[in-house]
């Protein structure tokens, strides 16, 4: 099995290396792939050192599946091509989400849509993922039709240089600044750029690519995407409103029987999903389970996930090893 990891070097491209390593996804040859200027770096992984090389010689080498965390405009550009020398692409940017010729997978929601024709899979957005994890299951037994979902976003979702602020804020240095604004002892109500609507693009990927993904685009869905100064994981608060009414205590027995779902939701304990216990774990968060006092047949829930793991580089190789357990590569 060669696996080929291209931005191989940055924070996501990082982690997709560790989760590869952890979850012993079998690479007989490892092809980091990065831009021109890191090309000939070397880089760890499994205790051997693997030289970095470049998008051309990545191709030539016929890798069986390349995983893809290096940016829109380069996945728009390469990705192309490496499907057509016959590779399978994960792309982890939000180039080929919303092509209507690409699967948007979350494993546990919709892998069953995959087939071995499917040679550039698109990998959801970090805050959609986690939330149609938590979704799936209640939407099979109680049929979403509405949700309100407030986010607080993780700096890791921006990139090292939002890492770089935030603690050169916490020290009080002058240094690059990945937002407009100061991020430590803030909250940012921004997450990419307006769109004409009013709403930002990540709002907005949150609407489609969760209709997209659940294959229901009757589910109504409004989104408020904030960036607030943590590490560990995005937050969500999440406002469901289902066709048919539900028991609580059926709805925590659901979600604590659903792949991918841990319940964290004792409230005399004060257990619940902090990115505190969300960073490093695949798994999402859900929690502060309660019913929607307002209206009827409505349902809050609170829901935290590791952004770099399940939000990116674990659901990516997830979606590789549903491929080769079901003999869907090359």
């Not at 590779?87 to 080929?96: L, Y």
Request: some cysteine.
């Amino acid at each position: 099995m060669k696996v080929a990891v291209v931005g191989a070097t940055g924070l996501v491209g990082t982690k997709m290396l560790q989760v590869l390593t952890e979850r012993n996804f079998p690479v007989t040859e490892l092809l980091p792939v990065a831009s021109a200027k890191s090309v000939g770096k070397e880089i760890d992984f499994k205790g051997k050192k693997y030289k970095v090389v470049s998008m051309e010689d990545a191709i030539a080498a016929k890798p069986d599946v390349a995983l893809f965390s290096a940016g829109g405009s380069t996945s728009l550009e390469w990705a192309p091509k490496f499907a057509e020398a016959g590779i399978t692409v994960i792309d982890n940017s939000s180039a080929w989400r919303m092509d209507p010729n690409k699967k948007l997978v979350v494993p546990e929601v919709n892998a069953e849509v995959l087939t071995k024709e499917d040679k550039i899979i698109a990998n959801p957005n970090c805050s959609t993922i986690q939330m149609v994890v938590a979704l799936q299951p209640l939407h099979k037994k109680y049929k979403i039709t509405r949700v309100v979902v407030s986010t607080y976003q993780s700096v890791t979702g921006t990139g090292v240089k939002a890492v770089e602020q935030l603690m050169n804020e916490r020290k009080n240095e002058e240094g690059p600044m990945a937002y407009k604004y100061p991020i430590d002892l803030n909250v940012i109500p921004q997450i990419d750029v307006f769109l004409e609507n009013g709403y930002t693009k990540e709002e907005m990927k949150m609407v489609n690519e969760t209709r997209k993904i659940m294959q229901d685009d009757s589910i109504r869905l409004t989104s408020t995407t904030v960036r607030i100064p943590v590490m560990g994981g995005h937050s969500e608060s999440v406002n469901v409103e289902f066709e048919n009414d539900f028991d609580l205590d059926e709805v925590k027995q659901l979600l604590s029987e659903s792949d991918g779902v841990t319940l964290q939701d004792n409230i005399q304990e004060q257990v619940y999903p902090m990115p505190l216990w969300a960073h490093e774990k695949d798994d999402v968060f859900v929690g502060r389970l309660r019913r929607d006092e307002s209206q009827p047949n409505t349902l809050n829930m609170w829901i935290v996930s590791d952004n770099l793991r399940k939000g990116a580089a674990t659901n990516a190789i997830q979606i590789a090893e549903y491929l080769l357990k079901n003999d869907l590569l090359n």
